[in-house]
């Protein structure tokens, strides 16, 4: 990879500054301040948190925050997982367990190259971290593309928040020195668009599907979630997203049912 030209402070590299930490409601303070070192120490320096605790920027955040304070007093502050994802086209979620078949899964490294190729080509891209005990939601599971999972003893799996984040953001680094891995040829894909035009699709078709008396509003999750893989695999771009759009209105409007 080319390094000429690289700049000092690596938040200012235009590769590393399209990817960004998500942690929702993390617990303490402590973890947010260890997750913001964490980060700058692999050239990272844009975390978003959701729905934080009052004091999450606090002495104890700064204590372990020590050389990244920077990194912490510049951190986005959401009240929920949609809004923190809204501009990123790959959304991968840590996870601390292999799940069930209904998300795409990727190892670590394979993940951290995914998402550098991702941040190379101009996106922006989102590392998910859930609550220190209890991980992400299934809800906040389909709004990732793909689960990505640091292997760990099975004696003593669990990881602290900011050590989790330190490995993915060195695999990350990792890749900005040129150490890159191929992509996994076994990710079924994700969108070109950003999170909120691909959600904003998703609640039309859905909108749709209701009227035509196709799903019911209030069941159905199952069959939500494989509508999401399935785009999810085809890898929309914004021309392909407003054809489909175009084509829901259409069948709206001769349903009369159109706004």
């Given at each position: 990879?080319?390094?000429?030209?690289?700049?000092?402070?690596?938040?200012?590299?235009?590769?590393?500054?399209?990817?960004?930490?998500?942690?929702?409601?993390?617990?303490?303070?402590?973890?947010?301040?260890?997750?913001?070192?964490?980060?700058?120490?692999?050239?990272?320096?844009?975390?978003?948190?959701?729905?934080?605790?009052?004091?999450?920027?606090?002495?104890?955040?700064?204590?372990?925050a020590?050389?990244?304070?920077?990194?912490l007093?510049?951190?986005?502050?959401?009240?929920?997982?949609?809004?923190?994802?809204?501009?990123?086209?790959?959304?991968?979620?840590?996870?601390?367990?292999?799940?069930?078949?209904?998300?795409?899964?990727?190892?670590?490294?394979?993940?951290?190259?995914?998402?550098?190729?991702?941040?190379?080509?101009?996106?922006?891209?989102?590392?998910?971290f859930?609550?220190?005990?209890?991980?992400?939601?299934n809800?906040?599971?389909?709004?990732?593309?793909?689960?990505?999972?640091?292997?760990?003893?099975?004696?003593?799996?669990?990881?602290?928040?900011a050590a989790?984040?330190?490995?993915?953001?060195w695999?990350?680094?990792?890749?900005?020195?040129?150490?890159?891995?191929?992509?996994?040829?076994?990710f079924?894909?994700?969108?070109?668009?950003?999170?909120?035009?691909?959600?904003?699709?998703?609640?039309?078709?859905?909108?749709?599907?209701?009227?035509?008396?196709?799903?019911?509003?209030?069941?159905?999750?199952?069959?939500?979630?494989?509508?999401?893989?399935?785009?999810?695999?085809?890898?929309?771009?914004?021309?392909?997203?407003?054809?489909?759009?175009?084509?829901?209105?259409?069948?709206?409007?001769?349903?009369?049912?159109?706004?």
């Amino acid at each position: 990879m080319e390094t000429a030209g690289r700049p000092d402070n690596h938040c200012d590299d235009p590769q590393l500054s399209r990817l960004r930490i998500v942690l929702v409601e993390p617990s303490h303070p402590g973890n947010i301040g260890g997750v913001a070192r964490a980060m700058k120490n692999m050239g990272l320096c844009r975390l978003a948190l959701v729905n934080p605790p009052a004091d999450w920027a606090g002495e104890q955040a700064r204590v372990r925050a020590t050389s990244a304070l920077d990194v912490l007093q510049q951190a986005e502050v959401h009240d929920a997982l949609e809004s923190a994802i809204a501009p990123c086209s790959l959304v991968l979620g840590a996870s601390a367990r292999m799940r069930s078949s209904r998300w795409p899964q990727l190892p670590v490294d394979e993940a951290a190259a995914l998402a550098f190729a991702r941040a190379q080509e101009g996106g922006q891209v989102a590392l998910v971290f859930g609550r220190e005990k209890s991980g992400l939601t299934n809800g906040e599971l389909d709004l990732c593309h793909a689960l990505l999972h640091i292997p760990t003893n099975p004696a003593c799996s669990s990881l602290n928040l900011a050590a989790a984040v330190q490995v993915v953001a060195w695999e990350v680094y990792q890749c900005w020195l040129g150490n890159e891995k191929p992509v996994s040829s076994t990710f079924e894909g994700a969108p070109r668009v950003s999170a909120e035009v691909m959600e904003g699709f998703y609640d039309h078709l859905f909108t749709l599907l209701e009227q035509v008396e196709f799903m019911d509003p209030k069941q159905n999750e199952h069959f939500r979630r494989r509508m999401r893989k399935l785009f999810h695999r085809a890898g929309l771009n914004q021309k392909e997203v407003d054809i489909l759009r175009g084509i829901f209105r259409a069948c709206q409007r001769k349903l009369g049912v159109l706004d």
